[in-house]
């Protein structure tokens, strides 16, 4: 089925480890996007790419980079994981009007 | 920045009752959408909405661009409608949306 794929679905890192969490759309979006989700509050967007080829950055990037590998697939890594960035990761992808949304990657850091 | 406010935060219905969510953001936005996160955590998109009034089903959305405020119209509510619905903005020349803090809804058989 067409939409947005995210691995892992789940993930428990030591603080200090590095890890690489993927997303991959196959609607042929030009945009794609990073977002964080802590309890009880919205989501903030960490890193944006609007199209092939250009990243920016969201409101909270600190501790995080991303790479627009092609159209379809856009990366989150986290160079050393902190406790700070447990919460939950959902990537997204549009087109011109609306966005779709993957299911999400629970990452803890303990 | 945009700031993007939801009201009320909770709410708690009847099944069967009507309810309007409110969506206000500080300056002028290009796109609106809003969204609901079902209680697994799934986000749908459930209008795109910049200006004007559009319906689906049970759910009606308006946005009052010139007043800078949305509308989420829910009626003969069911329990497969709880979970968080949240309000996204998109300013000018920007191309990423800013998320409110959602409206948790719980509807009860």
């Known amino acids: 089925n067409a939409g947005v794929t995210q691995t892992p679905k789940f993930q428990v890192l030591k603080t200090g480890q590095s890890m690489t969490l993927q997303c991959a759309q196959d609607?042929?979006?030009?945009?794609m996007y990073w977002y964080r989700q802590d309890p009880g509050m919205g989501l903030r967007l960490i890193y944006y790419?609007?199209?092939?080829?250009?990243?920016d950055k969201g409101e909270v990037p600190n501790g995080y980079n991303v790479s627009r590998l092609n159209k379809r697939e856009f990366s989150l890594r986290l160079e050393s994981a902190a406790p700070s960035q447990t919460s939950v990761y959902f990537c997204?992808?549009?087109?011109?009007?609306?966005?779709?949304f993957g299911s999400g990657t629970r990452l803890t850091v303990v | 920045g945009i700031q993007v406010e939801q009201s009320p935060p909770d709410l708690i219905l009847q099944e069967g009752a009507n309810s309007t969510l409110r969506c206000n953001f500080s300056?002028?936005?290009?796109?609106l959408q809003w969204f609901h996160q079902n209680p697994w955590g799934q986000l749908i998109n459930l209008f795109y909405?910049?200006?004007g009034t559009k319906q689906n089903g049970r759910l009606s959305a308006t946005t009052v661009a010139t007043e800078r405020y949305s509308l989420l119209y829910i009626s003969s509510s069911q329990t497969t409608d709880s979970g968080v619905y949240f309000c996204?903005?998109?300013?000018?020349?920007?191309?990423?949306?800013?998320f409110g803090t959602g409206t948790r809804l719980k509807v009860l058989a």
């Open positions: 997204a992808s549009t087109f011109a009007h609306g966005y779709t």
């Open positions: 609607m042929n979006h030009n945009s």
């Open positions: 790419s609007a199209s092939e080829g250009t990243t």
């Open positions: 300056d002028s936005v290009n796109n």
């Open positions: 909405i910049p200006s």
């Open positions: 996204a903005v998109d300013a000018p020349g920007t191309y990423k949306y800013i």
